[in-house]
DNA sequence: TTGTAAGCGTTATCAC
DNA sequence: GTGATAACGCTTACAA
């Protein structure tokens, strides 16, 4: 890699008249200009952006810090972030964070070692220490609290949804399974099914779950039809978990949707390629990641922000592990 | 942040004792060593890494290209290597190529502009300029070019059991479905197959396709049946391919795989929840992730390689869409 | 319009 | 054992 001071020799001038038309900014002679930038294509030359973020104490890097890209949901939230943040030339340091703590502080640790300008992450504890008093821009993604910038989506009402429509279908008998407790949206779904379940006057029972992996899925589906054998509607906690519970039923004979209706959350695109496929309450993941790329490019160039608070709507597909019903 | 300058003050001795502390480098006296400790336990210092990185022209960043996190393939290759890489304290900063020339190298510029010191990437163009002469270490992943390191998958190998496979399953006309022609791994099992199917004398059709996108799939999956009806065994580019064919299949009234045995490539979590669940060759991606991760550093610090050509095996996973036989 | 030089936060060399 | 100080590659006053 040239340096500038390379370039400057080579087009015989001042390192700092290169970098001024490197930054075109100052005053720089057409002649003298051209002389560098033909040194600039000579040496194939591309500043360093450790010595710049050194200089500016700041660097075109942004920290994107999620629990498990494994986890199919999160795939599209990062390729929007990544998509939006690459169009005005942010580079992302990305981390796994499998809802731990420490993982969590030491990334986060280590992003301000390298100087970036801002972290989008989907923490479980957006009011934790490490956040507040992080020093720049934070955009809590698919999490919330209080007013800080976030980007997510109505869980609360996804989770009235999910028990509107499995009702409107004709389920009586309900079974949710709530999802972690500490991850905030599988709360707001739960709570969301819990109220509209109530207000309807539907029996439901609730099956309580610690993580949204494949293969724990399978032992919960399980003990799901042996702890309510006659749930005739289940509310998963995501797609992932409707899967396995779509599974157990169809290994146990049930036939979907009419002795069962299963409905998830997320939509991931797994959804639609089940047989039968999935219905599913649809979140815009790869949507909500841009809005956050967004939302944080917005937030570190100082702009005005109408709002920092950016909610998405969610919808209901209906696919087939509903019944289907008069419009 | 702190900086080291600070830690010195309030220590009451220099920089460099601050550095030769951090980096247990030189002599320094027990009680300063105190001293020092004490102020940066106080002081919350940890040493900037672009001041670090500038000064080594060095630093713990490694870049990681993928053609889409948002196959599913994909986020299990990135979590092995994240995994193994954050053991190692390095950092990896992450971008989508999209198959796309321009967006690799403009990556590996990003990359090279922020000092990162090894380059881990799935390219199809291994060969191409940007590679060679790149002046840190790379590693291809799922990708493979005559002696450069690199981490893959018995791509031939694969193709010849999956063909293997159906015909000892009974499958008499086979469609194979040929994958993206500059997809390596792609090509490498569509070849296998042909040359099992060629050597046991199964006649078999070909279907070009030219992506691994759902979307396209579900049209391919359509075209198949209508111009090879006939077929009683097909073999998919990949999973995500293979459970378009499925869901086609079954929509179309085929019994699978009584009417017809379908197997994919890749064995992404997805497959074992597909109803009835897909048969497939399997490649460890998880472990593959980790292994290259591995391979960049042993590279980078500069430690004898016994192979930098690491070839893992594939597995037949027989499930739902192949037909049982005896053993 | 251009050049000189200080400074960003480290590490390493060389005196002391 | 410890401290000055140059150097890493860049940007930006400030001078000229």
């Keep these: 890699?040239?340096?500038?001071k390379e370039v400057a020799k080579a087009a015989g001038v001042s390192v700092a008249t290169v970098s001024r038309v490197m930054n075109q900014n100052g005053y720089v002679h057409e002649d003298t200009r051209r002389k560098v930038e033909d040194a600039i294509r000579e040496l194939n030359y591309t500043p360093n952006e450790v010595a710049r973020s050194l200089?500016?104490?700041?660097s075109k890097l942004i920290g994107l810090l999620l629990p498990d890209i494994t986890n199919p949901y999160f795939p599209q939230l990062a390729r929007g972030v990544e998509d939006r943040l690459q169009e005005q030339d942010f580079r992302l340091i990305f981390g796994n964070s499998d809802e731990s703590r420490q993982k969590e502080t030491d990334y986060l640790q280590t992003f301000l070692q390298n100087n970036v300008v801002g972290v989008i992450s989907s923490t479980n504890a957006p009011d934790h220490d490490m956040y507040t008093g992080l020093g720049i821009p934070v955009v809590f993604l698919d999490r919330?609290?209080?007013d800080n910038p976030a980007v997510y989506a109505d869980g609360r009402e996804g989770g009235r949804q999910a028990a509107t429509e499995l009702v409107k279908r004709g389920s009586t008998n309900i079974t949710i399974i709530q999802g972690p407790a500490d991850v905030r949206p599988a709360m707001d779904r739960f709570h969301g099914a819990v109220e509209a379940l109530e207000s309807s006057g539907t029996s439901y029972e609730v099956l309580k779950t610690t993580s949204f992996s494949f293969t724990e899925a399978e032992g919960w589906a399980k003990e799901l039809f042996r702890r309510y054998p006659d749930s005739d509607g289940i509310i998963a906690s995501n797609d992932i978990v409707a899967s396995a519970v779509l599974q157990?039923?169809?290994g146990l004979g049930r036939r979907v949707p009419q002795d069962?209706?299963?409905?998830?959350?997320d939509d991931i695109p797994?959804?639609?390629l089940l047989i039968p496929s999935l219905s599913t309450?649809?979140?815009p993941a790869y949507e909500m990641g841009r809005e956050a790329a967004d939302l944080i490019i917005r937030l570190i160039e100082g702009q005005y922000i109408e709002s920092?608070?950016?909610?998405?709507?969610?919808?209901f597909i209906e696919r087939q592990t509903t019944r289907k019903v008069e419009s």
Tied chains: 1, 2.
């Design 248 to 250: 157990e039923a169809v």
């Design 260 to 265: 069962v209706q299963i409905i998830g959350f």
């Design 308 to 315: 920092r608070h950016i909610q998405y709507a969610v919808e």
């Design 144 to 146: 919330t609290l209080n």
């Design 281 to 283: 309450i649809h979140q």
């Design 270 to 272: 797994l959804s639609r």
């Design 55 to 58: 200089y500016k104490r700041k």
């Design 1 to 4: 890699m040239a340096t500038i």
